[in-house]
């Protein structure tokens, strides 16, 4: 009996090395691979390739899709049967994955070729590997499908391939960014690149809006002071080179705004107002010198003789910010304009202005009627750059108007207290001024997410679906298929509801052709 035991023992291990040999035999056996893998593709969830302007962050689900492309000296096959294994991140996520490609049709090559849904975590580095396949030949035969139980199907006709592919993403050149501080404007960049060509050794350039460059992952950046900058990363993975471009708005410390109400001519009568303090943490204290041995330790001060204003605001974390701020009704009498330009500059009117000096305390108003001169409607407004003695020029670019108007009339508004100065009326005339099968947002900037998207040059009775993508470059992102009506504007408020404030990219995406644009919400 215990012989008997022993006997079978040795049977079952015999079956199993068996079994164990010819699962090696599968991979050394394709001597052929007639039909090859040349690669695998990571996609979304739509079977698109991704694109640098997605928003995914490192670390976030991503449901999508996983593609394949074949290769090899022979289209004579069909109902191919494809095992593999899939690696996240070099450790094994699923074991004998088995998929039915071409069923009862002919194998394609070179083209790629969806193979299943595959979800990861962006930035997870996937790999197919142990992959083994066979293919029945000749013509397809129509209402056939794969045997996916026979893996070690051993004969000419199959494939195999143990250390097997990275799934590929492209190079996707990313980045982060925080304040190092309260009270500076040195800023810590982060690369969040991802994709491109293994082994992933990237290098990286920047350039900080024409202010400066780096290299490295992590640099270290000051900017001159607050305001919005344009960064530009370009990562190489040795094979590819991919940049983008991203918009950064550094916060302010404080941003401070008063209203100046010069004295009269040999009188003390002058008031400053600080309309506001933005930025840094409240309460804030102020501290003021003037001519004459003037202080004041008051928000708003009165009673003042024409001269230089320095105002110190110190927050409660100890920040402070320095102003000027000159009275001085003289300057504010004999002020004039010294030139006014406007340029039409494709969908976009610049308008563009020179003042001999300027006085600290002013803003203008950019203002805009349509048609005629008649109507005036305040568009824009800038304030000044503080007390200069030399020519200072100012510019306002306009793209909310209608873009079919043809008559468009601009002038600026400048005030300085109670006293406003009007500029010359200036004309543009548009002509032609809708050109090219182009996609446009208006108005834009947009107010509260209203803002109307329209190709004027389709067909009218065009009647197809276009899709919709809405993204920022924090979290925001949003998908819709509309369908066509003409050439009628479509609204994206109805279609996104209120998206977010600043900086969004609008991807419209109408069969095979790809537009982007940019859009500007405030609210």
Known sequence: MKALVKIKGLLILALLWGASLRSFDAYSQCSQNNIIVTGYQLRNEFGEVFSVTDNYQIGESVAGELWVNFGGSTTNGYNMTMYYDIYRNNVLAANDQVDCMFSGVQIQQNVWTRVR????????????????????????????????????NINAQCYSNPEGFTAAVPLFPKFDFQTNGICNTSIQFTSQTIGGTPPFNYTFSWDFDGLGTATGSNPLFTFPGTGIYTIGLTANDG??????????????????????????????????YVQSVTGGTAPYSYSWTGPNGFSSNSKDI?????????LVVTDANGCQQTEQYVLDIASVLRFDWKTIDLSDQNNEISIKWEVHSELAGSKYWIERSLGNADDFEKIGEINDVKTSESAIVYEYKDNSF???????????????GSFKFYSPVKLVQRENSIQGNKWIVYPNPSLNSNAQLINPNLDPNQNEEIILELINSGNFSERAEIKLQGNRAINLKEVFGDFPKGILYLRIIQGEKVEIVRIINSN
Do not use: H
């Open 117 to 152: 849904d595959l979800s990861w975590n962006w930035g997870d580095v996937i790999q197919i590997k142990d992959i083994f396949m066979y293919w029945e030949t000749g013509t397809a035969k129509s209402n056939t499908t794969c045997n996916l139980t026979l893996k070690n």
């Open 239 to 272: 094979v590819s080179i991919t940049t983008i471009y991203k918009d950064i708005f550094i916060d302010p410390n404080f941003g401070i705004q008063v209203d100046i109400f010069p004295t009269k001519i040999n009188d003390q009568s002058g008031i400053i």
């Open 402 to 416: 209608p873009l079919f108007e043809k008559n468009i009339y601009y002038r600026i508004t400048k005030i300085i």
């Open 302 to 310: 009165f009673g003042l003789a024409d001269g230089l204003y320095t």
